[in-house]
């Protein structure tokens, strides 16, 4: 996955407001273990995060909706 794929599924995972869906996406990414602890990786991760959200504004604008981001995260969570 890329580091754009990654930022765009840790987005929509955090737009579609499903605590355990925002989980399941951290793991996916290695930002947190299998026991819910946040892993090294997550600073770096959002410090880069808050970058690639300025820069990618259009696709922010649409993944507007809880809807919307849920089903983009449920579409591209396995690949």
Request: one cysteine or more.
């Amino acid at each position: 996955m890329s580091d754009d794929d990654r930022h765009k599924l840790y987005y929509a995972a955090s737009i579609a407001g499903d605590g355990e869906l925002m989980k399941r996406v951290n793991q996916k990414l290695g930002l947190m273990d299998a026991k819910g602890r946040i892993t090294d990786r997550y600073t770096e991760f959002a410090k880069d995060h808050i970058i690639w959200i300025i820069r990618n504004s259009d696709w922010i604008k649409d993944c507007d909706t809880k809807d919307k981001a849920r089903a983009y995260v449920e579409e591209h969570i396995n690949d």
